[in-house]
């Protein structure tokens, strides 16, 4: 049965929420008065649909089921998890988590503020240890990061297990220690931001100006490697003690207004508006969040091919939802075909028709093959130790069609076996449908010697047993066949 959660608030941050939770395989409940609330959260959700499974590199679980209720009640019961998501408005916030309270007691309550503290948000609260802040970055179902702030009401068991709710979904619970309004991050953008109103303000440079002094230069280094490695790196082989002796004084000198606010007039945001809109009018509000997201994607993955940053998170997160799709392949020889690994159609397989391109195809046989040799002992350890099979000659056949988010199984036969070579017959399945078919020569070959030669007795044995199951097989239906071979 699958886990439910509750999101009250269906803007831009609780839409977020939505498909970070249902993407996941959580059943989401959403609570808006908004009666605009479906359309709004479903573009959020169709554009998660796009972007998150590009980051993963193992299948997603089968979608949750999505609902729009009428009535906080509705949403809350059965939930294992509550993301309040509405307006900054304290009492609008005491009075959802009053509702929340009386009909699910116990629950673990998450609030998205950027600003209040938790003692605030749980004023007068039936249940005070159970809500905290969960303060997610938008788009919150790519971004990591989510500010778990508790109080010293907070049972510290309630907020470990928060924190693995949000790993489960792939994010990353940054606990802070200390409450303080606007907690970590929205601090530090507080005081960006008001520098930047200053520099607008004072015609020193235009929105797209310090945009661009951004994203063209510091704003990559913080990408990976946020303030304070950027600047121990800057400070040379000395670090951070040379950094500090060299820039400390800058402290005390003019540079900037941080304590001191423009007057926020109409005059002030005709400005920005007016500059933002010559900026980036030309394009909508959900282009704008296809190109971010599609930018995004390509930054995230550099980091996860590398295991850094926030890279490191999506690695993680990839790691145990392998387990659950991984763990359901076949690990002894029996007498049929072999299932050896489990695969979605990802954004990145497609190509223009919307088709699974070619080259992933070769990758699934690939992904079945090498779970293969993992099952016999031909592994990376053996690789390693200077052994491997080499494929020597592939022959495919496309026989269906595998479109965006299709599930995908391969499984092996193998055709025959000896010492020195092994003939498979890989299927490509979408549920009972065979997409694509591919026969593959394998060869074992000493790599130091650079010639072929007979694997290893361990080795051996667990090939001729899997030959052995599949002995009396029928011959599959193509198997041998040249291209344009009539039938």
């Known amino acids: 049965m699958a886990r439910k959660a509750a999101i009250i608030g269906g803007g831009v941050i609780g839409g977020g929420w939505a498909a970070r939770f249902l993407l996941n395989g959580w059943d989401v409940a959403v609570f808006d008065p908004d009666p605009e609330a479906p359309r709004k959260v479903g573009e959020v959700i169709a554009n998660a649909r796009q972007a998150l ?17 009428s009535t906080i009640t509705e949403a809350v019961e059965g939930s294992e998890y509550i993301q309040e998501s509405v307006s900054e408005r304290l009492d609008l916030k005491h009075r959802v988590f009053a509702q929340i309270q009386q009909v699910a007691p116990g629950v673990l309550i998450g609030s998205s503020t950027s600003g209040f503290k938790p003692s605030e948000l749980q004023e007068k609260a039936p249940e005070p240890g159970m809500i905290f802040v969960a303060h997610p970055f938008n788009p919150v179902y790519l971004l990591p990061l989510a500010e778990v702030v508790p109080s ?19 994010m990353f619970p940054l606990h802070v220690r200390k409450e303080i309004d606007a907690h970590i991050a929205d601090r530090f953008l507080e005081a960006v931001w008001r520098e930047a109103l200053w520099l607008v303000k004072d015609g020193i440079a235009t929105t797209e100006e310090i945009d661009e002094a951004i994203r063209m230069g510091f704003g990559l280094r913080w990408g990976q490697m946020g303030l304070f490695e950027t600047y121990r790196v800057a400070g040379g082989e000395a670090g951070m003690k040379h950094f500090m002796a060299q820039f400390g004084p800058c402290l005390t000198w003019p540079w900037t207004k941080l304590m001191d606010v423009p007057e926020f007039n109409d005059e002030l945001v005709d400005l920005i508006a007016g500059q933002s809109d010559a900026q980036s009018g030309h394009h909508s509000i959900r282009e704008l969040e296809r190109i971010r997201d599609s930018n995004l994607i390509g930054f995230l993955r550099a980091l996860k091919e590398r295991n850094w940053g926030a890279g490191k998170v999506l690695r993680e997160h990839d790691e145990r939802k392998a387990a659950a799709f991984f763990g359901a392949t076949d690990s002894a020889p029996k007498a049929a075909p072999l299932e050896m690994a ?15 391109t070619e080259s992933r195809y070769y990758f699934a046989n690939s992904e079945t093959i090498d779970a293969f040799l993992r099952l016999i002992g031909a592994g990376m350890d053996y690789v390693a130790a200077g052994h491997s099979y080499y494929s020597a000659e592939t022959h495919i056949r496309h026989l269906g069609e595998a479109k965006l988010g299709d599930r995908l199984t391969g499984t092996i036969q193998i055709i025959s076996a000896d010492e ?29 010697a650079g010639k072929s030669s007979p694997a290893s007795a361990e080795v051996w044995a667990k090939l001729k047993a899997v030959a052995d199951a599949h002995a009396n097989l029928p011959l599959p239906e193509g198997a041998g066949r040249a291209v344009g071979q009539r039938k």
């Open 53 to 69: 499974p590009a980051l993963s590199d193992v299948p997603m679980p089968a979608e949750g089921k999505l609902s729009f209720v």
């Open 152 to 170: 010293p009401k907070n049972p510290p068991e309630a907020i470990e297990r928060a924190k693995e709710i949000l790993r489960e979904i792939g």
């Open 342 to 356: 489990h695969m979605q159609v990802l954004p990145g397989w497609i190509d223009y028709n919307g088709h699974m």
């Open 420 to 448: 020195k070579r092994f003939r498979s017959f890989v299927r490509i399945m979408k549920g009972e449908d065979c997409v694509a078919t591919i026969e593959q020569l394998c060869l074992h070959v000493d790599m130091a």
